[in-house]
C-alpha cells in the first residue's frame, strides 16, 4: 500500500508539471500570453518543476516570447539568455517566428556573444575532444 502511494505521488509529481506545461503552451499558442507567464513561470521559479531538458528549454521559449509580448522586454531578455544557457546554438525560425521575436533573440543573442562562446568552449565532450 506504501509503494503504491509512493508510485502515486512521484507520478503525480513527473505528469503535473508536463500537463501544466501544455496548458501554458496552449494558452501561449492562444496569444494569452500573461496567461501563460502564470502557468509556466512556477515550473521553473522559485525552484525547477520540469524534469527534461526539452521541457525547461521550451518553458524558457514561451515565457521569453510571452514576456516580449507582453512588453516587458528585461524579462523577455532573462529568458532567452537563460534559453541561450541550454542551448548556446538556438535559433528562432524566420520563416515561423514572428519578425520581433526574431529580431530581439538576435540581438539578445549578439549581446550575449561573449559569455556564449565561453559556454561553448565548456560544453561536455568537446572539452574531453584534445585529450586522447
Same mark, same amino acid.
Given at each position: 500500500?506504501?509503494?503504491?502511494?509512493?508510485?502515486? &505521488?512521484?507520478?503525480? /509529481?513527473? +505528469? %503535473?508539471? =508536463?500537463? !501544466?506545461?501544455?496548458?501554458?503552451?496552449?494558452?501561449?499558442?492562444?496569444?494569452?500570453?500573461?496567461?501563460?507567464?502564470?502557468?509556466?513561470?512556477?515550473?521553473?521559479?522559485?525552484?525547477?518543476?520540469?524534469?527534461?531538458?526539452?521541457?525547461?528549454?521550451?518553458?524558457?521559449?514561451?515565457?521569453?516570447?510571452?514576456? &516580449?509580448?507582453?512588453? /516587458?522586454? +528585461? %524579462?523577455? =531578455?532573462? !529568458?532567452?539568455?537563460?534559453?541561450?544557457?541550454?542551448?548556446?546554438?538556438?535559433?528562432?525560425?524566420?520563416?515561423?517566428?514572428?519578425?520581433?521575436?526574431?529580431?530581439?533573440?538576435?540581438?539578445?543573442?549578439?549581446?550575449?556573444?561573449?559569455?556564449?562562446?565561453?559556454?561553448?568552449?565548456?560544453?561536455?565532450?568537446?572539452?574531453?575532444?584534445?585529450?586522447?
Amino acid at each position: 500500500m506504501v509503494a503504491s502511494f509512493a508510485l502515486s &505521488l512521484l507520478l503525480f /509529481q513527473v +505528469v %503535473a508539471p =508536463t500537463e !501544466e506545461l501544455q496548458r501554458g503552451k496552449n494558452a501561449f499558442d492562444r496569444g494569452e500570453f500573461k496567461r501563460a507567464v502564470e502557468i509556466v513561470r512556477p515550473l521553473l521559479y522559485p525552484e525547477l518543476r520540469l524534469h527534461s531538458d526539452s521541457q525547461i528549454v521550451v518553458a524558457h521559449r514561451i515565457l521569453g516570447v510571452s514576456y &516580449l509580448f507582453e512588453k /516587458q522586454q +528585461v %524579462a523577455a =531578455t532573462g !529568458e532567452f539568455r537563460k534559453l541561450l544557457q541550454l542551448r548556446p546554438d538556438y535559433h528562432f525560425d524566420p520563416l515561423l517566428d514572428p519578425p520581433e521575436v526574431v529580431d530581439f533573440f538576435n540581438t539578445v543573442r549578439k549581446e550575449y556573444g561573449d559569455e556564449l562562446a565561453r559556454l561553448e568552449a565548456k560544453r561536455p565532450g568537446e572539452a574531453w575532444a584534445g585529450m586522447g
